[in-house]
């Protein structure tokens, strides 16, 4: 379904069609109409399908700019996220004259303060910082007309639950609710009973996930082989813009600095990064100062970076749903994108897994040569003096080195000068500068079923039996869910000394239909 066909307004067709959409998205095209007849939603979605579109484009059409007041709350667990929400909420209602401001922990209050006396229709923020903001009576809810929470189940596993609670309080009964999660836990579905007014499920299929534009591979390699694989990779690809992701924040630090050391323009973002810096290395990925960005999973969740073409998983994710995320990244807004997964041989179930979520293969990828690399490298230097020569501002440079030159052609040949310049803009496969990256636990064995890549492992009845015995203490089948695993939080458990529902509707007395059900 196109957006002309959503009974979006002139104004905001109009910014739309500028950023270059034409076709809505599954979750927006069954959101919207929706979001605009006032119905409270409930969206399960993954990151990378578009929700901020979905609920950001009826909350724009609603939003009263004669009116100076809060008239839309979002709710968002990461401050990437946050500032990612309010920079689309302002694209696409700044014909409009829409005010949107973010707020997050990490950064100045005073200045976020002073941001909101200004002026504000839309606040987009983190729990702990909203919070901080409403106790000081800086942030002013009674006038909210609606209610998002981004991301709901992230914000359960980040220990937010009381404070979304204590913000949903603040805001007026009276309001349209729409909340977005990629998982429906139990805290969810309390959510939607208590606070949501006979919401709309609209859930996307696991199948429409990831999207056919991301070409998806995998190697099968040791782990101490990873970095090298991943940078010969990376030359015979020449990725535009690359996320490279790690499964720990020393890892990002580690991979940066090996990257650097290998000669590429890389960056990275995790969690103990000041808000400052880390805003500034997005920026300076997104226009290109940077190529590669090496990120942890909730350091990127979220990013809507155009133009990403390659997504490396150094380390394949616990979390298969993770996997979905990570990919997101690239194939957008029309353009094909490619994502590589190294996997020790170990870990070959979670590939598995994931395969199972995605309801695609992935296909193994033969490993780059030192060879190809140089060679490819050799390709884009040979390139690049050729796009100097015929640029006449690069040329105009040649004029302060004529004496020099004219000395160095009449003591060597044309050729050993050609040699000169190649050997020092490319480098020798043989003399890299060594990359120690520290080898990190791989993930506890996951069982392969019968005929499923076992290359390389035990048996799969010896695996099998192997996790009869061990459960979950082996890795085993079972895959825990976010619900368990923030089960486990301890803040949660000193909370709430029982569960808080069970998964039977009869025992919540709270129905999820999708829509056209009966």
Not at 236 to 249: E, M, N, S, W, Y
Not at 323 to 331: A, E, F, L, Q, S
Request: proline content about 4%; cysteine-free.
């Amino acid at each position: 379904m196109k957006f002309n066909e959503l009974n979006l307004s002139a104004e905001l067709l109009a910014e739309i069609d500028k950023a270059g959409f034409v076709e809505a998205s599954p979750i927006q095209e069954k959101t919207i109409p929706l979001a605009m007849a006032g119905q409270d939603v409930i969206g399960q979605a993954q990151t990378g399908t578009g929700k901020t579109a979905a609920f950001g484009f009826p909350t724009l059409e609603k939003i009263d700019t004669s009116r100076p007041v809060v008239q839309a709350l979002v709710v968002a667990p990461t401050r990437e996220l946050a500032v990612q929400s309010q920079e689309e909420l302002f694209r696409f209602g700044r014909s409009k004259g829409v005010k949107v401001r973010s707020v997050y922990g990490g950064s100045s209050i005073e200045k976020q303060i002073k941001a909101l006396k200004s002026g504000a229709h839309i606040v987009v923020g983190t729990p702990g910082r909203l919070l901080d903001l409403i106790k000081r009576k800086a942030l002013k809810l009674q006038e909210v007309e609606t209610l998002i929470l981004d991301e709901a189940d992230e914000m359960l596993n980040m220990g937010f639950l009381e404070d979304i609670e204590a913000i949903i309080a603040r805001v007026p009964e009276e309001r349209q609710t729409l909340l977005f999660s990629a998982t429906m836990p139990d805290a969810i579905k309390r959510i939607g009973l208590q606070f949501m007014k006979e919401p709309e499920h609209v859930k996307i299929a696991a199948k429409e996930l990831t999207t056919e534009l991301v070409d998806q591979y995998y190697i099968r390699i040791k782990e101490q082989e990873k970095f090298d694989t991943m940078t010969r990779l990376m030359d015979v690809d020449q990725p535009d813009l690359a996320i490279v992701f790690g499964r720990t924040k020393r890892r990002v630090d580690e991979l940066t600095r090996g990257l650097k050391i290998r000669g590429f323009k890389a960056e990275g973002i995790h969690g103990d990064l000041d808000q400052g810096k880390r805003l500034r290395v997005l920026r300076d990925f997104k226009n290109g100062n940077l190529n590669v960005l090496v990120a942890t999973d909730v350091a990127a969740r979220g990013l809507d970076i155009s133009g990403v073409t390659h997504v490396y998983n150094y380390d394949i994710p616990q979390d298969p749903e993770s996997y979905v995320h990570r990919i997101g990244r690239t194939g957008r807004a029309g353009k094909s994108g490619q994502s590589i997964t190294f996997v020790s041989p170990n870990e070959m179930g979670y590939l598995k897994i994931i395969e199972d979520l995605t309801k695609k293969r992935m296909k193994g990828l033969k490993p780059a040569t030192a060879e190809e690399a140089f060679h490819a490298k050799k390709k884009v230097a040979l390139k690049k003096i050729e796009g100097d020569f015929a640029n006449e501002e690069v040329r105009k440079n040649f004029d302060k080195f004529s004496k020099d030159a004219r000395k160095l052609a009449a003591e060597f040949s044309p050729e050993e000068l050609a040699l000169y310049i190649l050997s020092l803009t490319v480098q020798d496969p043989d003399s890299l500068p060594e990359v120690e990256i520290a080898r990190e636990k791989p993930l506890p064995f996951k069982y392969v079923g019968k005929g499923d890549r076992q290359k390389g492992g035990r048996s799969s009845r010896s695996r099998s039996s192997h996790n009869r015995n061990r459960g979950d203490q082996a890795g085993g089948f079972k895959r825990r869910s976010k619900n368990e695993r923030f089960d486990k939080d301890r803040r949660y458990r000193k909370e709430h000394k029982k569960p808080l529902t069970t998964s039977s509707e009869k025992k919540t007395g709270f129905v999820i239909r999708n829509k056209g059900d009966k």
